[in-house]
């Protein structure tokens, strides 16, 4: 079935750092991958829609230069949380859709820690 | 616009009683809905979908989940929970899954 990877499961990193996130779908190709926000005890919040060659299209409230997107394949994408401080910190979760409207898959999650 | 409202924040139950999770929706258009199950510090794993046809929908470990239309509503329910049912659960709508605020189901022994 459709799997997503999600590189790294945890990072931590000093205030200030730039920190890169991968999702990778390693079995279908995925024109258009979400990236989601998910704080303690919280649901998920859509950050922003990925799509293959394109821009990113973000949601309302989220910081374009502070939170970079790339989809440069069918295959990856990659979110760049750029000076991070610690109210970055938080359990950030990639999904990749595949062939039909249904095909949500996530990934395993990344939990950031900014010190 | 639409939105997805879980009326329960968190349910306890006995292990092996049944269990009911609540899920309202609102949406102007058709809806596709699912309900995610996510274990701590994990991903978001698919119990099931409706996106047409039957309203009683099977999914995976046991769960189920009826699509009531005059209702707007997608309950999930589980006749007979365990111990590792544990987790938080959280109902979804397309198209850009916009998520519920998830409950969070524990079993007690």
């Known amino acids: 079935g459709a799997v997503v990877s999600q590189h790294p499961s945890w990072v931590i990193c000093k205030s200030g750092t730039s920190v890169k996130i991968e999702c990778r779908s390693l079995?279908?190709?995925?024109?258009?991958m979400f990236w989601y926000r998910q704080f303690p005890k919280q649901s998920l919040m859509l950050m922003a829609t990925?799509?293959?060659?394109?821009?990113?299209?973000?949601e309302q409230g989220v910081e374009k230069d502070k939170f970079l997107i790339n989809h440069a394949s069918l295959t990856l994408s990659t979110l760049t949380v750029t000076s991070a401080h610690p109210e970055d910190s938080s359990f950030y979760i990639c999904?990749?859709?595949?062939?039909?409207?249904?095909?949500?898959?996530f990934g395993s999650g990344t939990r950031l820690t900014v010190v | 616009a639409q939105s997805v409202t879980q009326l329960d924040s968190q349910v306890p139950v006995f292990e092996e009683a049944p269990v009911e999770l609540r899920c309202n929706y609102s949406?102007?258009?058709?809806?596709?809905l699912f309900w995610y199950v996510q274990y701590p510090n994990q991903g978001l794993q698919l119990l099931l979908k409706?996106?047409?046809?039957?309203?009683l929908v099977k999914g995976i470990n046991g769960f189920e989940a009826e699509f009531n239309k005059s209702q707007t509503s997608f309950h999930l329910r589980k006749p007979s929970v365990h111990i590792s049912d544990t987790a938080e659960y959280f109902c979804?709508?397309?198209?850009?899954?916009?998520f519920g605020q998830g409950t969070i189901l524990t079993v007690h022994p």
């Open positions: 999904s990749a859709r595949s062939v039909g409207f249904d095909g949500y898959t």
């Open positions: 079995d279908f190709q995925a024109t258009t």
């Open positions: 990925s799509n293959e060659g394109s821009k990113a299209t973000y």
């Open positions: 949406s102007s258009v058709s809806v596709y």
């Open positions: 409706y996106l047409s046809g039957s309203t």
């Open positions: 979804a709508v397309r198209r850009k899954l916009t």
